[in-house]
């Protein structure tokens, strides 16, 4: 019994080692091809810092909305019964499918200056064409999935009773949210929002049709290998690899060791 138990893991390992490979060869090549001096002029470079504050400005500022709006709404599907609950699931989840320069055509119909809010929002001064707001708009729709199923997932994990103990003992619906619920959730909820700040800091198709300027990362590079070439392009991409990895060794540095002492 043990030789067909250690031919199937290895033949399992094999095949998941080779997915590993093709996950981690381009990024290793990527990494490795920029020589240090690249590197350093990336980050003596004006434009490729201007790029990364705006970026992960935009991406923070568009994680804060949905920290608002979203958590809530995450809260609602993880508690509520009503009717229409798997629609509403579905919408949270369709921006995951839409291909992003779709929603970038779909959110330039609605926040452009011709667009069915953006007509009027720029009489009130507020404009998402080529502007702060745009890139703000993009993120937010292509990442607030993470943010929102992973909120949902983590007050599901919360034992309703809690909830109710608190309730008896005086706590408002809102007392018992605060200090029962959101406590007890919120590594779950960080965890969405670092990962949907992540998103949105490599997010490319929806921000290019609805803000090409000014420029994020991504933007820039695709600027750059259409300008300049590979060359060009390789060391501001090796920065953005290397700060999305510094952003899961962190999260996992936060997330695990809850874990390992719940298992």
């Not at 434009?47 to 504050?53: K, P, T």
């Not at 509403?88 to 995951?96: G, H, Q, R």
């Not at 909120?151 to 029962?180: K, P």
Request: proline share 5%; charged share 15%.
């Amino acid at each position: 019994m043990k030789y067909p138990s250690l031919f199937f893991n290895l033949g399992f390992s094999v095949l998941g080692g080779l997915l590993l490979l093709f996950i981690v060869l381009p990024l290793v090549s990527t990494l490795l091809g920029a020589t240090p001096e690249q590197y350093l002029s990336a980050l003596a470079d004006p434009e490729v810092l201007r790029s990364l504050g705006l970026t992960f400005g935009a991406a923070a500022t568009a994680t804060g909305l949905a920290l608002v709006t979203g958590v809530p709404l995450a809260y609602i599907l993880a508690r509520r019964r009503f009717c229409g609950k798997r629609l509403v699931e579905a919408l949270v989840n369709l921006p995951v499918i839409i291909p992003h320069t779709a929603a970038g055509v779909a959110l330039l119909l609605v926040f452009g200056r011709r667009g069915m809010l953006g007509q009027w929002l720029t009489t009130a001064g507020l404009t998402f064409t080529d502007s702060f707001g745009g890139i703000v708009v993009g993120m937010l729709f292509v990442s607030l999935p993470f943010l929102v199923n992973m909120s949902r997932e983590s007050f599901a994990l919360v034992d309703e009773e809690l909830e109710r103990v608190a309730q008896i003992d005086g706590a408002t619906a809102w007392g018992a949210f605060w200090l029962v619920s959101l406590p007890l959730a919120w590594r779950g909820i960080f965890g969405g929002a670092v990962m949907m700040w992540a998103r949105g800091i490599s997010e490319f198709g929806a921000v290019v049709i609805l803000a090409y300027h000014p420029k994020i990362v991504p933007v820039l590079v695709y600027e750059r290998f259409n300008g300049f070439g590979l060359e060009a392009a390789q060391p501001v991409s090796a920065l953005l690899i290397v700060i999305a990895i510094a952003v899961f060794i962190f999260l996992r540095l936060v997330l695990l060791p809850e874990s390992r002492k719940s298992s």
